[in-house]
């Protein structure tokens, strides 16, 4: 009788790990590249089961002494944000 709750138990756990595998491939964390070019970011993330919408720039600028950052489309060209960057508080 224990093989066969044994048995159960690693069909639990396989089942488990095969219903959290399109999890996980789909997971991106810093550092992985997924290219440089759009056409290579959208083949990587589409391969990641990823539907991209949009593809940005950001770009860090500084003007008279003070920094901003600045998302442009790259589809576009259009400035979507500009956001001048003071260092309080922020994740950079």
């Known amino acids: 009788m224990a093989i066969n709750g044994n048995l159960k138990a690693g069909l639990l756990i396989l089942c488990i790990g095969v219903a959290a595998a399109p999890t996980l491939a789909a997971a991106l964390s810093a550092g992985d590249a ?3 070019t759009e056409a290579d970011i959208r083949a990587a993330l589409k391969a ?4 991209v919408t949009e593809i940005a720039i950001e770009v860090e600028a500084t003007l008279d002494g003070e920094a901003y950052e ?3 489309s790259l589809d576009t060209g ?3 944000e500009i956001e ?3 260092d ?3 994740d950079d």
């Open 34 to 36: 997924v290219g440089t």
């Open 48 to 51: 990641r089961g990823y539907e």
């Open 70 to 72: 600045i998302d442009v």
């Open 78 to 80: 259009e400035i979507l």
């Open 84 to 86: 001048r960057d003071d």
């Open 88 to 90: 309080e508080g922020g």
